[in-house]
């Protein structure tokens, strides 16, 4: 079940490479290890800085609990605010909560197709899409509804040719257009962070500096309109916006706008 990891596993990873430019010679070690125990996942990272002492800096440790059943992730230690339209981002040395969809892979995160029609009488509906028939189903007298349609993102044709009992055929010609910058409706995508801001990341491995936090959420209204607020702040700067993509219509396809406003000390 989706909640409930129990595979338990270590590993080790290293890379060299070596360089030369004028007459230069530098050599790098690169490595990262993890041990995951269920859900917890303990991963660090770190690098030769390519300087003449051949300095080894840590890069990211971080703790990670995964809940694939609500989509999250939690984070502890080192980690990447990311930063919506007209935001900046962080790279803190703290806590996170956020949305994590590649945790189930057949999960579609963007509104599919739906189309509808209407048939005389009781009988099957053929969906055409670009020229080639992807699904038959079968419809009841009056106004019917095909959902959840699989299709490439883009503009579509699509054509429905509806055969009922009694042989009599209707054709509804049709244009689709989906866009994984849409959510589908009631899916949520998220990220809140609060930490100390990373500091000569790859130079040095413990500099941090102030606190900073970062918090953006998006969500699917309907199958054509998303809306999201984002807000992010460290010490003399505060940032704040809300984001709006939506469809236009059925074959002209998204918009998105976002809207922002910042304060800094002087």
């Given at each position: 079940?989706?909640?409930?990891?129990?595979?338990?596993?270590?590993?080790?990873n290293?890379?060299?490479?070596?360089?030369?430019?004028?007459?230069?010679?530098?050599?790098?070690?690169?490595t990262?290890?993890?041990?995951?125990?269920?859900?917890?996942?303990?991963?660090?990272?770190?690098?030769?800085?390519?300087?003449?002492?051949?300095r080894?800096?840590?890069l990211?440790?971080?703790?990670?609990?995964?809940?694939?059943?609500?989509?999250?992730?939690?984070?502890?230690?080192d980690?990447?605010?990311?930063?919506?339209?007209?935001?900046?981002?962080?790279?803190?040395?703290?806590?996170?909560?956020?949305?994590?969809?590649?945790?189930?892979?057949?999960?579609l995160?963007y509104?599919?197709?739906?189309?509808?029609?209407?048939?005389?009488?009781?009988?099957?509906?053929?969906?055409?899409?670009?020229?080639?028939?992807?699904?038959?189903e079968r419809?009841?007298?009056?106004?019917?509804?095909?959902?959840?349609?699989?299709t490439?993102?883009?503009?579509?044709?699509?054509?429905?040719?509806v055969?009922?009992?009694?042989?009599?055929?209707?054709?509804?010609?049709?244009?689709?257009?989906?866009?994984?910058?849409?959510?589908?409706?009631?899916l949520?995508?998220?990220?809140?962070a609060?930490?100390?801001?990373?500091?000569?990341?790859?130079?040095?491995g413990?500099?941090?500096?102030?606190?900073?936090?970062?918090a953006?959420?998006?969500?699917?209204?309907?199958?054509g309109?998303?809306?999201?607020?984002?807000?992010?702040?460290?010490?003399?700067l505060?940032?704040?916006?809300?984001?709006l993509?939506?469809?236009?219509?059925?074959?002209?396809?998204?918009?998105?706008a976002?809207?922002?406003?910042?304060?800094?000390?002087?």
């Amino acid at each position: 079940a989706l909640d409930r990891l129990v595979d338990n596993s270590a590993f080790f990873n290293w890379a060299v490479n070596h360089s030369r430019a004028q007459g230069l010679q530098t050599t790098g070690l690169s490595t990262e290890a993890g041990l995951r125990l269920g859900p917890v996942l303990l991963h660090t990272s770190a690098a030769s800085n390519g300087d003449e002492a051949g300095r080894f800096t840590r890069l990211m440790t971080q703790l990670s609990w995964d809940r694939p059943a609500a989509l999250q992730r939690w984070t502890a230690g080192d980690l990447v605010a990311i930063a919506p339209e007209l935001g900046q981002g962080a790279l803190l040395g703290g806590v996170s909560v956020a949305s994590r969809f590649e945790m189930e892979p057949s999960l579609l995160r963007y509104p599919l197709g739906v189309l509808q029609g209407r048939a005389l009488a009781a009988g099957e509906v053929d969906v055409y899409v670009d020229g080639q028939r992807v699904r038959t189903e079968r419809v009841r007298p009056g106004a019917f509804e095909i959902q959840d349609l699989v299709t490439q993102q883009g503009a579509r044709s699509v054509r429905l040719v509806v055969r009922d009992d009694f042989g009599r055929t209707q054709t509804f010609e049709q244009s689709l257009y989906t866009s994984d910058q849409l959510l589908r409706p009631g899916l949520h995508e998220y990220q809140y962070a609060l930490g100390a801001l990373r500091q000569r990341y790859g130079l040095e491995g413990s500099s941090y500096g102030p606190l900073a936090y970062t918090a953006f959420h998006r969500v699917g209204l309907n199958h054509g309109l998303t809306a999201g607020l984002r807000a992010e702040g460290r010490p003399g700067l505060a940032n704040a916006g809300a984001q709006l993509t939506a469809r236009l219509g059925e074959a002209a396809g998204v918009v998105s706008a976002a809207i922002g406003a910042s304060r800094s000390a002087a």
